[in-house]
């Protein structure tokens, strides 16, 4: 698929088709996408974990996201927990390169996650980013280092329905040449 229609067609989906399975191969090729996104100084300080049991993923569901994004995620085939390595990117000798420091982790674990939800729509899947999820919990169900900072859970699966386009902000409000 051409990357000007990916861009068109992806879309945050918040219902996903019961019963459809991923094959965890092409959870494997959706994250090596990701992979593939620049980082600082090649560091690739993000790290995943991937909830793909029934079991697993209703408890993770369950009591590490709030109702709001259970809803929006059940009937996914996965959740991916991405992560970055705290202190890594951004950093020399462990002293920040400049003001944005861990910032940098951060930067490079949000080009990995849009290669990821891009890799997973051009593979015919669907995602959504959720932001707001328990941490603590996520860290002790999936045992997450505490020298990792938890970003995001991307819920993973088929769509069931297709969201509608969310108009964009005019270039006149977002850019400025000089």
């Known amino acids: 698929m051409e990357l000007k229609e990916l ?10 088709q ?17 992979q593939m996104a620049p980082t600082w100084k090649n560091s690739q300080t993000g790290r995943y974990y991937v909830v793909d049991t029934p079991e697993k993923l209703s408890e993770v569901q369950k009591t590490c996201l709030p109702s709001f994004n ?58 959504l980013i959720m932001g707001i999820r328990d941490e603590k919990e996520l860290r002790r169900q999936l045992d997450i280092p505490e020298n990792e900072d938890v970003a995001a859970v991307i819920a993973l699966g088929y769509g069931d329905g297709e969201p509608a386009f969310r108009p964009r902000k005019d270039l006149d409000e977002i850019v400025k040449f000089y």
């Not at 019961?18 to 990701?34: F, P, Q």
């Not at 390169?97 to 990821?116: H, I, K, P, V």
Request: hydrophobic letters at 35%.
């Open 70 to 127: 259970q809803k929006s995620s059940s009937h996914a085939c996965a959740l991916i927990v991405t992560t970055f390595v705290r202190d890594v990117a951004g950093y020399t000798a462990g002293n920040p390169d400049n003001e944005m420091g861990n910032q940098w982790g951060a930067y490079d674990l949000g080009l990995q996650n849009a290669y990821l939800i891009l890799k997973a729509r051009d593979l015919g899947l669907d995602t």
């Open 7 to 16: 861009f068109q067609i992806r879309r945050s989906v918040r219902s996903y």
């Open 18 to 34: 019961e019963g459809k399975t991923v094959e965890r191969s092409v959870i494997e090729e959706i994250l090596r996408g990701a």
